[in-house]
């Protein structure tokens, strides 16, 4: 049997009704999500899943409103009935952006934000039943998990998990008896011959080291031992989103059983992605492949424009640091540091900016240079590039997977050897990286930055067997 689907996640939906200004000129509201144009990402990529004669079925694990607004849901669903009643085979669900927990906000006629109004956690799960839960055959607990048959012979469980912390909704995990009632479905498929892909909505396995430590508690801390337990039941395929973050990963139980998480990122963020996958039974595969959300009238590709929105405030960070202290204090360095305290440290700031601006590729590689088997004729032609530039485009290849600077670049070896010397320096001063970055090395932890030395981000034929 060959069964295709989509899988598209965090659509962080947006209705324009939340505009009483006209949105047409304003600034992305939101630094990460391209919240204006999240009705045209939606729309373009049902439009893309409409227009193929393989299959009419997608996947949507969560988000799918940016935080909850009663607007944005009542126009998401109103999509999806249309979308079903043009022949769509939609199986979605919620998750934490569609309740409110997030302050809730629309905008006055100047363009201020202002609160708006948000639905109960309860309607909005019954508002999309329709378009999952109902075609469910059997579900577990109060419904959040469910199992449907979303092609003939092919399952999808959508799996609900609980929250260590209940107050924060961090340190996600599947319980004994969820996984002990997967287990049956999984042996009662295999029976049937049948297939079984599973989803939840936050990465069951984090994408990369910086995110296991930046976004703490926002994947599973025992997750690598829940995906060998459905590798083992027989499961391969697992979708996720949540992180905005492009990645694949694959997991092998003691068993020597494979499972593959895929995690795809947000349809109206950096970068824009939706993925179309083929299972192949009888060859034993899928074909997993990435499509790019594009959007007309940017004057650039979405993945530039959603780039741009995303990253711009970050990039003006190192000149504001050397020329515009009050900038970079307003905001608060990029990584929250405190207003006060920048604007009390004025020249050390610029001292730091100016120290910065000025690393080229050639003194970092000086600095560096027993770390890497370099001579100065190795990166003569790319002595005089920026290394600031190289580190914020280290922050993007978090999001967009796939870095691209295997480890006979120029770029690789100034870094990693760099971070060796770094680290011979701290355990002269008794400082221990793994304490500070979650049981990774300094190496560990930036080397996926600069180079997916795993299975493809985007694109992947992966057996099943
Ligand atoms: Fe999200
Ligand atoms: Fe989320």
Same mark, same amino acid.
């Given at each position: ?10 659509? =962080?939906? #947006? ?14 509201? &939101? ?30 694990? /969560?988000?799918?409103?940016?935080? /909850? ?27 934490? *952006? &569609? ?32 378009? /999952? ?7 577990? &607990? ?13 399952? =999808?469980?959508?799996?609900?998990? &609980? ?37 939840? *909505? ?31 039941? +027989? ?5 996720? +989103? =949540? ?75 190192? #000149?504001?640091?050397? *020329? ?47 770390? *890497? ?25 978090? #999001? ?66």
């Amino acid at each position: 049997m060959v069964y295709s689907f989509y899988h598209i996640t965090d659509v =962080h939906y #947006y209705s324009k009704r939340n505009f009483l200004c006209d949105w047409r000129n304003m600034p992305q509201p &939101d630094t990460q999500v391209c919240i204006i144009k999240s009705e045209e990402a939606f729309k373009k990529a049902l439009e893309i899943i409409e227009a193929d004669q393989d299959t009419k079925t997608v996947i949507i694990t /969560g988000d799918l409103t940016n935080h /909850g607004e009663s607007y944005s849901h009542e126009e998401v669903r109103d999509i999806l009935k249309a979308f079903t009643e043009r022949g769509g085979n939609p199986f979605v669900y919620t998750d934490n *952006h &569609d309740y409110p927990y997030f302050s809730i906000y629309s905008f006055d006629e100047n363009g201020e934000k202002i609160p708006a109004e948000h639905l109960p956690e309860d309607e909005v799960r019954q508002m999309y039943a329709p378009f /999952g839960r109902d075609k469910a055959f059997d579900t577990f &607990d109060d419904g959040t998990t469910y199992i449907a048959e979303i092609l003939p012979g092919l399952y =999808h469980i959508a799996m609900g998990y &609980d929250t260590e912390d209940k107050d924060s909704l961090r340190s996600p995990y599947f319980s004994d008896e969820l996984m002990a009632w997967v287990k049956e479905h999984t042996d009662r498929a295999r029976e049937k011959g049948a297939t079984v892909i599973c989803s939840t *909505h936050r990465p069951v396995v984090a994408p990369s080291p910086a995110y296991a430590v930046v976004g703490k508690g926002h994947s599973f801390p025992n997750g690598e031992t829940s995906m060998k337990q459905l590798a083992d039941m +027989g499961v391969r395929l697992f979708f996720s +989103g =949540h992180s905005h973050i492009q990645c694949m990963k694959v997991i092998e139980s003691e068993n020597g059983n494979r499972i593959y998480s895929v995690q795809t990122s947000c349809l109206a963020a950096f970068p824009p992605k939706m993925r179309k996958i083929t299972v192949d039974t009888d060859a034993g595969t899928a074909d997993i492949r990435t499509i790019d959300i594009e959007l007309p009238d940017l004057g650039m590709s979405f993945t530039e424009y959603s780039k741009k929105g995303f990253l711009g405030i970050i990039e003006e960070i190192p #000149y504001n640091m050397e *020329h515009d202290v009050e900038a970079f204090a307003n905001t608060q360095g990029g990584v929250s540091l405190p207003k006060e305290f920048i604007l009390k440290h004025p020249k050390t700031v610029m001292f730091l900016g100016k120290k910065l601006n000025g690393l080229t590729y050639a003194k970092v590689a000086k600095f560096s240079k027993k770390y *890497h088997n370099m001579k100065k004729k190795d990166y003569e032609a790319v002595k005089d590039k920026k290394f600031v530039n190289l580190l914020l485009e280290m922050i993007s290849n978090l #999001y967009r997977g796939n870095a691209p600077y295997s480890p006979d670049t120029v770029e690789y070896k100034i870094t990693m050897g760099s971070l060796e010397k770094i680290e011979k320096i701290m355990k002269c001063f008794r400082v221990d990286s793994k304490k500070l970055l979650g049981g990774y090395t300094l190496a560990e932890f930036i080397e996926p930055l600069l180079y997916n030395s795993g299975i493809d981000d985007d694109n992947a034929v992966v057996s099943l067997d």
